[in-house]
């Protein structure tokens, strides 16, 4: 099992230590880790936020574990050069078109959502976004206009076999879930979305086992703090979903809780290669003091284990110590506690 191990920037390289230890705990049989330079240190030591050799380690691996990567140091580089192009470069050379961001609220965490503690308990979702299109990737550029104004543009765009890969994802994860999927547009109001919604009612043509429904985002929005515990698969695009799965993030507590997963279609002899990820950013102002709560990158080291390895026992002994360390009262900075990165790490080692 070949792992790539990208810690990156700010509180990256902290947290991808704690994972790695919970790896090595694990005592996997014929488990290679290789390491790269990603983000802004990627740009320091190369020159480049996705170094060839970054990049080669990653093509190679049977699945890349990222940490994270920004740097406000770096702010002022022309975009091919700023550290989020890494995961931006990664995600698209390594065909990677679907997010998995599941959100499920943790007992006895309940009081510590955004939301009244009886309306957060019923939190159990997968918001599936589509990683490839829509404006992060379309054409974009501040122009001049004939009149002197600066203008900027970025173009949404989605052809409709982007959106039937992600809605045959989506529709095949609510079928191992609750059987119910929510597809989020904006198509009162979008082109793009109206050919998304329309290629998603063909999909659901093959999925009669599965509830299937629409809404608009903005409805969406509200009612993931209205009433949370109604949806069970949400696919979306790329903006909206990135959106949305931040807020979803607070509804259980915190950001940094949640892990994620970004798969494509290629198979390695073990399953479905893919990138696995904290959804969190690199925290500089924490970064280095210790306080970075790692348990969103354990899980998404659990993720990992699931989908790319087919080691579901391992992936689900690593969720249950992380839900047991957390009823047990452990709680990081972010959660209103005192405990520590390390001591977050040893909690769930202790558990495992």
């Known amino acids: 099992m070949k792992i790539a191990c990208f810690a990156g920037d ?3 390289p902290e947290i991808m230590a704690e994972a790695r230890r919970v790896l090595a705990a694990l005592d996997l049989p014929g488990v290679t880790v290789w390491e790269g330079d990603v983000g802004g240190i990627g740009w320091r030591r190369h020159g480049h936020p996705l170094p060839p050799e970054t990049l080669a380690i990653a093509q190679a691996a049977d699945a890349v574990l990222f940490g994270a990567v920004g740097d406000p140091a770096c702010d002022d580089l022309e975009r091919a050069l700023r550290p ?3 995961i931006l470069g990664l995600r698209s050379a390594l065909g990677l078109f679907a997010n998995l961001r599941p959100a499920k609220m943790f007992a006895g965490l309940e009081s510590l959502s955004a939301l009244r503690p009886e309306v957060a308990g019923a939190i159990d979702l997968l918001i599936v976004r589509e990683l490839n299109g829509d404006v992060y990737f379309g054409e974009k550029a501040i122009r001049t206009l004939p009149d002197g104004r600066r ?3 970025d173009i949404m765009s989605y052809a409709e076999d982007e959106v039937r890969r992600i809605a045959h994802v989506g529709f095949r994860a609510a079928q191992k879930r609750s059987g119910r999927l ?4 904006k198509a009162n109001v979008l082109e793009t979305s109206q050919l998304w919604r ?3 009612v063909e999909v659901s043509a093959d999925y009669p086992d599965v509830a299937f429904s629409h809404m608009l985002v903005d409805n969406a929005a509200m009612q993931l703090v209205r009433n949370p515990g109604q949806f069970d698969v949400i696919v979306t695009g790329n903006l909206f979903g990135d959106i ?3 807020q979803a993030s607070m509804c ?3 950001i940094g809780l949640l892990a994620s997963a970004a798969l494509g279609e290629t198979q390695t002899q073990f399953g479905t290669k893919g990138l696995y990820e904290p959804i969190h950013g690199s925290a500089p102002d924490i970064a280095g003091t210790g306080k970075a709560n790692p348990l969103a990158m354990i899980l998404s080291l ?3 284990l699931r989908h790319s390895f087919g080691r579901e026992d391992d992936a689900a002994r690593v969720e249950a110590a992380v839900a047991q360390a957390l009823a047990d009262g452990v709680r990081g900075a972010d959660l209103g506690g005192t405990d520590g990165t390390s001591a977050i790490g040893d909690a769930v080692l202790a558990r495992l």
């Open 198 to 200: 329309d290629v998603m």
């Open 302 to 304: 659990a993720m990992m």
């Open 252 to 254: 259980v507590g915190s």
């Open 151 to 153: 203008e900027g543009y």
């Open 244 to 246: 949305l799965s931040d």
């Open 182 to 185: 929510t597809s989020v547009d």
């Open 10 to 12: 700010g509180i990256g």
């Open 84 to 86: 989020e192009q890494a």
